[in-house]
């Protein structure tokens, strides 16, 4: 039986995403300047599951897995947690439903075996 070709996300991609995390969870997002959201990770969970959900949906990337949007994706997932935080905050454009669509979780187990990791077999 022949295995399926697996994909994995660009490098593009992973350090958009790193980059994100990192100034996101940091504390120093220049798009949330004034804004206390830190307390969300431990209080308010969801809410930043919302911005990483908005960010995923809204990334595009082109035919070799280069980003193309980094910085607008970003832009809509802060707005959602600066409006989290400051009820009077408007997002402009609003959020049409494909952006804040919260898609299945993955499987309990996972689907391939992964020799380097003794907790995954």
Known sequence: MKRKE?????????????TFAYF????TH???????????YGEEPSAIEM????YAN???????????????????????????CDPSFEVE???EQWEIDLHS???????IKNNSCQHCI
Do not use: C, H, W
């Not at 996101?24 to 504390?27: A, E, I, K, P, T």
């Not at 949330?32 to 307390?39: A, P, R």
């Not at 911005?51 to 908005?54: D, E, G, K, P, T």
């Not at 979780?105 to 996972?110: R, Y």
């Open 6 to 18: 697996t994909m994995k996300l660009s490098n593009s991609f992973s350090g958009a995403l790193r």
């Open 58 to 84: 809204v990334i595009e990337l082109d035919e070799e897995g280069n980003v193309l949007n980094a910085k607008y994706a970003e832009k809509r997932a802060v707005d959602s947690i600066r409006a989290y």
């Open 51 to 54: 911005a990483f959900a908005i």
């Open 93 to 95: 454009p609003p959020y």
């Open 105 to 111: 979780a993955p499987p309990m187990k996972d689907n």
């Open 30 to 40: 220049y798009q949330l300047e004034g804004i206390d959201y830190l307390k969300l």
């Open 24 to 27: 996101l969870s940091s504390g």
